[in-house]
Every structure is written in structure tokens, then in C-alpha cells.
């Protein structure tokens, strides 16, 4: 004779056996959605706020600041708008603008991590090249990017190699510093053992050093481009006359507050979805690093 | 091949205090012998096992291997670290052949000895693991076969199971007696386990700290093959006996 309770109990547990198998994925879907939907919650927040508090007028701040709607609505005219000739200048040009700043924010991190790698190598790696270029970059470094611009103005005029290069300025300390630092501390046993397997100096750096730096690297490539974009924007704005930051002051100067908006908010997407890509490939690049940390 | 001689040999860190890690050493490894260095800890035994494998430089005195200088590491000795030292980002078939591979030997030349080894090593089926999947025996056994892989004419070993449970030391003492007895390489164990060192070697030289010096030497002749069943034989007890009076370890009860 069961009481209906036991019956019950053990009736869940079944089920809880049955879903067992689900829960790995049920889990990790599960997880995801959750953390969109508490990301979300402060952003919508303020959206909302901001929309409520400027009903009626259209505006904030007595006019300067335009509500969450007239933002979305200037940015379909900037990104479906019709080009050529016409009242707004900045119809239909958004994706060029974006793939300018992308572009110039890629070559310049490019660049950045060619050189950036090896030169944070050699001073993690190499007491002589840490003397010859560890105290010069200290003393760049602290110069910050907009001290930069009137140099690459004066010297590179006004040219895409002036924001490529800021940008690679800008990027190069963080990723140089950071492989410096997971040079120097790859663990000493790691280059015995290769050294006694037979492996030369080159082989040394290249099968050793290199990858046991990667995640001190990929830290700096992440802290690098955030300062790429920043710098783009700063070089667009002062030293070529397209792309996202070019946009930016030039509506600020006929006074569209809604296309300054639309475009930092643009900004920031881009940071957040380049962030997202490296973030991939160091997942994907450090497989064995993930396990390391999973199971510790 | 594979002699190593160790003639007055003394090793001084100099520093704000001067630290003699090895004093006039003088030791001759035969050919194909089996010698534990026994002592406690920090008294210069893993010095002594770090300049013979070239990581480090001797102070004064000769140190030859088959007759020449050591001047650098090379696949002629090799070494097995105590925390095995595998690359966390090399799975355990890229770790065993990376030895043959950075010395550019051709992949056909060595493909079939690394799969006998891991086969000898017990780890055929986790070739494509990553060494963090292993448990710490296991990445042992990878640190051993990719040495042997090199067909070197010494073993260098670093206090290689100390890391390990009591049951799992067992087991890899058992595996390096069976691979030992096979391939007859000169091998330099250093522990501070006094069971292993009888057990494993030809000869035990016991080493004091401060300054490193080998204080005996005492022959260890059990006979072969042995296994972990010697461990209890009335002759590896009286060897235990004679060499704990040696050291004379205090009682401080």
C-alpha cells in the first residue's frame, strides 16, 4: 500500500531522470537567455526613461537632446535614406561610414599586432632587447593618443595613413606590454624540456614562448582594440573627412543631436561585436586553457 | 655510450649569501647502471641533476659525458621533470614526438617507435588528449616516453614520482622497472624516497646539505628483474636498516 505522496515523489524523480540527459543543453540555452535578458533590463531601462521624460516636446536639456525615437528615425534615414543630392546630407551612408572606421581600425590593429608580438617577445624573451626598448616605450606610453594628433596631422596630412597610424599607436602599448609580461613568465621547466629535446633558440620562441604567451597576449589584443576604436574616432574627427567619427562632429557642428546620437550608439556596437570576434578566436585558440580552468 | 663522470665537481651560487650547493662531487655512472641519488631536500641533489643535463653551469671541476664536456642541454640525456612538464597546449601524441620532430628528423623515422612507446606507457588511447585531461601519473608516463622516444643515452630523473599518491608511485616504479630491464639505458634517479631508491638502482650515493656532498655509496645488488614484490624481501629491509642508520634521521619524539 503506497500513500499518494510516495507515489508522487517517486513520479518526479522519474521525470527528473528522464530530462537528466536534456539538462546539459537545457542548461547552457537556459543560462544564455537569462544572461541577454539581464543585460537588457538596464539599457531598456534607460531607453525608456529618456523616451518618457522628453514626451511631447520630442527633446531634453531644452532641446539639445532628442528622444529614443527621433535617434531611431534619424538612423533609417542615415542607414536606408536615399543617397545623392538632397536636404540631408547623411542619407543613406551609414554602412560606408561604418565600413571606413572598420577599416582603418583594422589595419591599424593589424599592424599593431605585427609588431606589437614580436617586440613584446623580444623584451619578455631577451634581457639586451628589454634594455634597448623597454625604457623608450615606457616613456611614449603615458602620451595619450590625442597628443599624437597634431604630429600625424603635420606629418601624414590629412590621409588615411594618419588614422591608421594613431590607431596602431594606441593599440600597439597594450598588446606589447601583455606579451611582454606572458613572455617573461612562461614557466622555466616548459623551456628546459624543450631545450633538452633539442629544440633551438628559434624553436625555443616559436613553439614555446609564443603559445604559452597566447593568453597574455589575447589580453592585449582586447584591451588594444578598445583603444583602437577610440583612437579612430578621435583621428576621424580632426585628421580625414569620412567614417563614423568624421560624422560625428560634423553633425554636432549643423547641430543633428539625433545623428550624434545614432552614431555613438553605432560605436559602441562595433566595439562590442569586434570584442565578441576575438573573444571567439581566443576561445577557439585557447581550447586548452578552457579545459585547464574548467577543471580547476 | 651513455658514461657519466663527475670529477671534484662544486657548484656556487654567489648572492647576498653564498650558497655551496655541491662541493668537490666526484662520481662515475657506468655505462648502462642504475645510481639514486638519496637526500633530503635542498641538498644540491637536483643541482647535481642540473648541470649534468646542461641547465646549469658547474663552478669549478670536470663534468664528461662519454669523455666530453657537458656545455647544453641535449636529446643525448634525457630529462624527466618532476612535475612532467608536458606543453598544456600539445595533446599527448604532439607532446611524445616533439623531441624527434624539432631536431627535424623525418616523420617516418620516428612515428613507429612514439606508438610503441605510448603503447609501452599504457597510453594508446589518449593520444589526442590534452595533458590536463590526464591524471598526474598518466602525464608522468607521457614525460617518460617522450624522452625515451629520443633513444637517449641517459635518463635524468628529477624526484619524477614524488608528486604522486602512494599507489600510483607503486605502479610507475613498477613500469620503469619493466622499461628499464628492457632497454638498459644509464639512468641518474634523483628521490628522497628511500624504498624507491633501493628498489630502482645498481647504487644509492646519499647526499648531506650544506655543503652537497655524497656522504656513501652503497651497492644495491637484490637481484633482477626486480619488482614492487621486492619491497618486502628481508634483503631490501636490511638495505633499508643499514641505510636509515646512515643518514641517521633524529628522532624527535
Known amino acids: 500500500m503506497s500513500s499518494p505522496t510516495e507515489r508522487i515523489s517517486s513520479d518526479t524523480g522519474d521525470k527528473r531522470k528522464a530530462v537528466s540527459s536534456w539538462t546539459g543543453l537545457s542548461l547552457v540555452a537556459g543560462r544564455g537567455a537569462r544572461r541577454i535578458a539581464l543585460a537588457l533590463i538596464l539599457p531598456l531601462a534607460v531607453i525608456v526613461i529618456w523616451q518618457f521624460a522628453g514626451q511631447g516636446t520630442g527633446n531634453l536639456f531644452g532641446g539639445v537632446l532628442p528622444t529614443p525615437d527621433r535617434v531611431w528615425n534619424a538612423w533609417q534615414i542615415w542607414a536606408f535614406g536615399p543617397t545623392g543630392m538632397g536636404l540631408n546630407p547623411y542619407s543613406g551612408t551609414w554602412l560606408a561610414n561604418v565600413l571606413f572606421s572598420a577599416e582603418r581600425v583594422g589595419k591599424g590593429f593589424l599592424f599593431a599586432i605585427l609588431v606589437g608580438v614580436p617586440v613584446g617577445i623580444a623584451i619578455g624573451w631577451n634581457r639586451i632587447a628589454a634594455g634597448a626598448l623597454d625604457p623608450t616605450i615606457q616613456l611614449l606610453r603615458p602620451i595619450p593618443i590625442t597628443a599624437w594628433l597634431p604630429f600625424s596631422i603635420a606629418v601624414f596630412g590629412i590621409k588615411d595613413v594618419g588614422a591608421i597610424f594613431l590607431i596602431s599607436l594606441g593599440a600597439f602599448f597594450p598588446i606589447v606590454l601583455n606579451t611582454a609580461q606572458g613572455a617573461r613568465d612562461v614557466e622555466r621547466n616548459l623551456i628546459r624540456a624543450s631545450l633538452m629535446m633539442g629544440a633551438g633558440r628559434w624553436t625555443v620562441l616559436r613553439r614555446v614562448v609564443l603559445p604559452a604567451s597566447l593568453p597574455s597576449i589575447f589580453t592585449g589584443l582586447r584591451i588594444g582594440l578598445g583603444i583602437g576604436w577610440t583612437a579612430v574616432i578621435v583621428a576621424e574627427m580632426v585628421a580625414v573627412k569620412s567614417g563614423l567619427g568624421y560624422v560625428l562632429w560634423d553633425a554636432y557642428y549643423v547641430g543633428r543631436m539625433d545623428v550624434v546620437i545614432a552614431d555613438m550608439v553605432s560605436i559602441g556596437l562595433l566595439g562590442l561585436l569586434s570584442d565578441f570576434v576575438i573573444l571567439q578566436i581566443e576561445r577557439w585558440v585557447l581550447n586548452w586553457r578552457r579545459l585547464q580552468s574548467y577543471q580547476s | ?253
Open chain 2, 1 to 253: 655510450m651513455g658514461t657519466i663522470t663527475f670529477n671534484d665537481v662544486s657548484k656556487i651560487y654567489s648572492g647576498q649569501r653564498e650558497v655551496r650547493a655541491l662541493e668537490d662531487v666526484s662520481l662515475t655512472i657506468n655505462e648502462g647502471e642504475f645510481v639514486a641519488l638519496l637526500g633530503p631536500s635542498g641538498c644540491g641533489k637536483s643541482t647535481l641533476l642540473n648541470v649534468l643535463a646542461g641547465f646549469e653551469k658547474v663552478s669549478s671541476g670536470k663534468l664528461l659525458f662519454d669523455g666530453t664536456p657537458i656545455s647544453k642541454p641535449g636529446p643525448d640525456r634525457g630529462v624527466v621533470f618532476q612535475e612532467a612538464a608536458l606543453f598544456p597546449w600539445l595533446t599527448v601524441w604532439q607532446n611524445v614526438i616533439f623531441g624527434p620532430q624539432v631536431q627535424g628528423i623525418a616523420r617516418a623515422d620516428y612515428e613507429s617507435r612514439a606508438r610503441q612507446l605510448l603503447d609501452l606507457v599504457g597510453l594508446s588511447s589518449f593520444a589526442d588528449a590534452l595533458p590536463v585531461q590526464l591524471s598526474g601519473g598518466m602525464r608522468q608516463r607521457v614525460g617518460i616516453a617522450r624522452v625515451l622516444v629520443m633513444n637517449p643515452r641517459a635518463l635524468l630523473m628529477d624526484e619524477p614520482f614524488g608528486a604522486l599518491d602512494a599507489q600510483t608511485r607503486l605502479s610507475m616504479q613498477q613500469l620503469l622497472l619493466d622499461v628499464w630491464q628492457k632497454l638498459n639505458t644509464t639512468v641518474l634517479f634523483v628521490t628522497h624516497d628511500i624504498d624507491e631508491a633501493i628498489l630502482l638502482s645498481d647504487r644509492i650515493c646519499v647526499m648531506s646539505a650544506r655543503p652537497g656532498r655524497i656522504i656513501k655509496t652503497i651497492p644495491i645488488e637484490l637481484a633482477r628483474p626486480r619488482s614492487i614484490a621486492s619491497l618486502t624481501s628481508p634483503e631490501f629491509v636490511a638495505y633499508k636498516a643499514e641505510i636509515m642508520s646512515d643518514i641517521r634521521i633524529t628522532d624527535h619524539h
